[in-house]
């Protein structure tokens, strides 16, 4: 695995045949290594809520007001 900018790197390749942690191929296309599971969809906020209080709403903040959850309260 290639490591620029603290992002892991990764050819096509390996990625493809799951030897991306161990592939050293600088002369080919690179493409950076995603983090493993699903992607998040809740805001931080809504995140909390939902560990804290056990509340379990539909996150409908926007991407802007990434501090301030207007689904919250």
Request: hydrophobic residues 25%; contains cysteine; glycine residues 4%.
């Amino acid at each position: 695995m290639i490591i620029i900018n603290n992002t892991k790197y990764s050819c096509m390749s390996c990625v493809k045949g799951h030897r991306s942690s161990r592939c050293t191929h600088s002369n080919r296309p690179l493409v950076p290594i995603r983090r493993k599971g699903r992607p998040a969809t809740q805001c931080e906020t809504c995140r909390e809520l939902r560990r804290t209080r056990h509340i379990h709403i539909k996150c409908l903040c926007k991407p802007v007001e990434v501090g301030k959850c207007s689904s919250a309260l």
